[in-house]
Each structure stands twice: as structure tokens, then as C-alpha cells.
């Protein structure tokens, strides 16, 4: 009895000894995940930081409107860099928004699951991990040389090709799920009015997808923007005394123009990269934060 | 009673024509929209096609078995063996991954099992953002933040160009990538298998790292293999911060040279079209390719294991 009583005296103890050992595990797992999240936003506030700090001595508003210069480069700006992206991003939204959409609306409405539309939709995922740089290759075979009595060779217009091909899968995935999400009611109600297929996708399907592939839109575009290693490849200019006003011009952008300033080694050179950084991030944060809202409007409504 | 009929068949005739032009519309728009869908396959066709055509042209000079087997990279005296590419490619990925796994998974595992509603709608827009920093952003922030603080503290022989700074600095950018894939899986995850282990007197932490995060193992797998496809093909950050020189077998701590960073550094020089060395960037751009296109398979298929077990 008494033998018995210890016994299960020692299994109490050791219960509350493991207890105290799990919650004591538990309570370090907390800390952990919690503090693994947050060495994403660590790192952006300190690059944030650093980029600032280095960058505000080139910072003035005529760093926005002044040509880079070798000779004075404390004199030297962004402007040509700037309008060479503007006519990117311009560009860009224009031959593949249409395009990824149309086939995204093709997959969503029209694809029967046959073989070859299960190759399309595994082919469309298999491009969104091609690297950005095999892009600029393709770009290079393609657009640079074949098609160069068409696009003008090296000009703006092969960059913007080039990389609306690379974001159109990133495109097609976003505004996928958007139509995935309209209720199949709403086609059903315009075909019992006698609308026809298209009917339906204009007036109802695309304007009721358009705020959440919008989000991903805005997203695809930022991002392509943001490239440097497909328009290093398909020759943009690192330097140009004249500014992009046409399809078959030369073009410079911002961050091919941050990295030529990278790779110089004198520091004035290297804050003039950082002041171009604090630039583009500035936009990256203003067209995140509105495609955020955007979404966030969105799905309160649904 | 004649005009009754007349305007009847003009109803009809106008309402044959209506539909007939609605019908002709749909098809050319059908057609259209087929179109953009199959430009996904010309792109692929494209890629293979350009890739191919100058690679062979490459062979024709260098022997396949000299650019898989041989050592020494150095295309200026005519060596082009491509192993030293290949290993300054990997140290940055298994640096990057060594990063992005641990801080990615359990910062998925946060998002899913542990995040206050609140905190995980302000979380996922940064991880976003981070996503969507421009990597010569990243490059600069190796280079001039991340060397000079190892030089200062830890590692005072570490070279300007190194592999280390910029695989860290790759892991951070690769976290959204394996944080949002895994996210997706740790959540597709039924909930009653949580309920039983909770009903069984497990803790949340035992929960999440022996019923939860093993269910969603084949997800896992993907993102990190997706991760590891993103550092592979990541140019601009081995390129800035990583160096231009080829190093075989070289430390975490010296310069080596990417396979992406060998082409950004030779389409920024004056090379001539149809050279040996303008023919290269397409050979190590193919091995590339298949290296990346053989994950990214692998990643689709585990994540369609995942999403068919439930």
C-alpha cells in the first residue's frame, strides 16, 4: 500500500516535471517563430536605414531631373534613368496586361481539360521559374537579333518585350484566381439572359476580377520595373546624352543605372547608387501599398 | 395582313442577322484569346530554340565533355570548363537556403498556427515587399553593409567580393518564396488533425512540429525546392556582391563567380556577336535552364501531392 503510494507519488512528480518541461519548450518555440518572422521586416528597416543614410547627401530634387555625369558626378541625376523606366513600365502594361488577361480569360472560360490545355497550364507554371536572366537570352535570340527590323534591335521597345514575356505568367495566375472566385451564378444568370460567352466577360466576369488581378498586376509590374539582369542582357544603355521619346530609341533604367554606379569604385559613385535606391524604393513602397489597399478593399466587399 | 407578315420577316431577318454577327464575334474572339494562351508555348519553343541553336553552334568548339568535366574557366586563353560557375552558383544557394529554410519555415509556421489576425495582415504585406525589392538593391546592401560588418567583426580576412555576404543576403531575399509556399501547405492542413492532437494533450508546439508541419511535408519540399530554383537563377546580387572571377573550390569568404553573373559580366563588355565567347553565355544559359527547369518540376509535382492527399 504504502509501497504503492510512493509509486504513484513519484508518477505525479514526474508528470508535473515533464509538464513544466513541455510548457518551458513551448514557451521558447513562441519566442522563435514569432522572432523568425521578424527578421524579414529587421532587415528591410536597417536596409532602409542604410540606404538613406548613404544616399542623402546625392538627395535633392535635381538628382531627379539632372543627367549622370563622369565629369561632375555630384551634379549628376537620374532623369534619363527615370523616363527610360517610366517607357518601360508604360510599355509593358500595355502588351502584356491584354495578353496575360486574354489568356488567363481563355484558361478560366473557355479551356476544356484536354491534353494540350493541361500542357499550357503546367508549361505557363514551369516559365514563372525561369530566371530573369534566360529571359534576357531569349530576348537577345529573339527580339535584339531576328526581329530586329521590327523592334529596332537594342531599343525600348525589345525591353519592354522582353519583359512583358517574363511577368505574363506572374499575369496570368493573378487574374486566374480572380475569375476562380466569381461566383459561377453570375455566368449562369447573364446565359439565361441570352448573353453570349463574351457578353458575359465584358460586362460582368473582367470588371468584377479586375480589383484582384489588379493587386497582382500591380505587383508583376513593380517587380518587372525593378529588373536589371533582362535589360543588361537585351542592351540597355548605361549611358545615353539623350532621352528616350520613341518606340525605337536607346533607353537607360534605374536599376541598371544603380548597378553601373555600383560597380564604380569611387564613393561618390556609391552614394549616388544609394540616392538612386532611395528612388526606386520609394516607388516600390508607394505601388505595393496600393496595390495593399487595393485587396484589402476587395475582399471586405466579398 | 401582308405587311403583319412582311414586318415579322424583317424581325426575323434582322434578328438572323444580329445573331449571326454575335456568332461571328464570339469565334474571332475565342480565336484571339486561344491565341494569348498559346503564346506561353512559343515562349517556351523560343527559349529551347535560342538556347539550342547558339549552344550547338558553342560545341562545335568546345568539346560537351571539356564544359561539364573540366575545371578551368578562364574564357579569354579558351578554357571553358564549367564546374567553377557551377560551385560558385551552389555556395550561394546552399548559403541562401541554409538561411531561408529555417527563418522561412517558421516563419510560416508563425503566420499559420501563432500570428494574432492583426499582426499577420501587417506580416504578409512586408514579406511582399521583400519579395519585390529590386536585387541590385540587394547587391548594394551586401556589398557595402554586410562585407564591411564581417570584416569588422567576424571574419577580418574576408575578400570585397565574396560568397557569403551574398548568399545571406539571397537567403533573406528567397524567404517570402519558401514562407509562402509553405504557408499555403501548413494550411491545407485539416484542422481535426490539429483537434486530435490538442484532444491528445499535445502542446501548440508539439502540435505544430510533430502532427502539423509533418502533414504538410510534401509542400514544404516544394517551396524549399522552389527557393533553391530563385537562388539558382538570381542574378544581380552574385553579381554585385559575389565577384567576377571563377574559383573553384574557393571559401565562403573569397569572390567566385555565378553562372548568371558570368553572363551579365560578358553582355557588359564589347563582345562580338558569333564569338567563342558571346556562344559561351548561351551554353552556361542552358545549363541553367535545365538545372532550374529540372526543380521547378520537381517542386510542381510535390505540390500537386499535397493538394491531392487533401
Known sequence: MAHSGTKVGAGRREFKASVFVRYGLDRAFTTLVAGAALVGVVVLVVLLADVVRDGSSMLSLEFLTSFPSQVFPENGGIYPALIGSIWLLGLTALISVPLGVGAAVYLEEYAEDTRINRIIEINISNLAGVPSVIYGLLGLGVFVELLAPVTGGTSVLTGALTLSLLILPVIIVATREALRSIPASIREGGY???????????????????????????????????????????????????ITAGLFDGYMALPTQIYDWISRPQQIFQDSAAAGIVVAMAVLLLANSFAIWLRNRYQQRS | MAIRAEGTRSGADAWERNSRTREARERVIKFLLTACAYLSIFTTFGIVIVLFEETSR???????????????WAPPQGEFGVLPLVYGTLMATIIAIGVALPVGLLTAIYLSEYAPRGL??????????????????????????????????????????????????????????????????IYAVPLSLREGAYALGATRRETATKVVVPAALSGIVAAV???????????????????????????????????????????????????????????????????????NLASYWFVRRYRETY
Open chain 1, 192 to 242: 439565361a439572359l441570352g448573353a453570349t460567352r463574351w457578353e458575359v466577360i465584358r460586362s460582368h466576369l473582367l470588371p468584377m476580377a479586375l480589383p484582384g488581378a489588379l493587386t497582382g498586376i500591380i505587383l508583376a509590374l513593380s517587380r518587372a520595373v525593378g529588373e536589371a539582369a533582362p535589360v543588361l542582357v537585351v542592351g540597355v544603355s548605361l549611358y545615353q546624352t539623350y
Open chain 2, 58 to 72: 558553342f560545341f562545335l568548339e568546345v568539346s560537351p565533355v571539356e564544359f561539364l568535366t573540366s575545371t578551368q
Open chain 2, 120 to 185: 499577420r495582415r501587417w506580416l504578409k504585406p512586408v514579406l511582399e515587399i521583400l519579395a519585390g525589392v529590386p536585387t541590385v538593391v540587394y547587391g548594394y546592401f551586401a556589398l557595402t553593409f554586410i562585407t564591411p560588418y564581417f570584416r569588422d567583426s567576424l571574419f577580418p580576412s574576408i575578400e570585397s567580393f565574396n560568397a557569403i555576404s551574398a548568399g545571406l543576403i539571397m537567403g533573406v531575399m528567397i524567404i517570402p518564396t519558401v514562407a509562402s509556399v509553405s504557408e499555403d501547405a
Open chain 2, 225 to 295: 525546392i522552389l527557393g533553391i530554383s530563385r537562388a539558382i537563377g538570381e542574378t544581380m546580387i552574385v553579381t554585385i556582391a559575389m565577384g567576377a572571377q571563377a574559383n573553384w573550390l574557393g571559401s565562403p569568404l573569397d569572390g567566385m563567380q555565378a553562372m548568371t553573373a558570368y553572363i551579365v559580366q560578358v553582355v557588359g563588355g564589347e563582345t562580338p556577336r558569333g564569338s567563342i565567347t558571346y556562344e559561351s553565355i548561351f551554353a552556361v544559359g542552358s545549363a541553367l535552364f535545365l538545372m532550374t527547369l529540372a526543380l
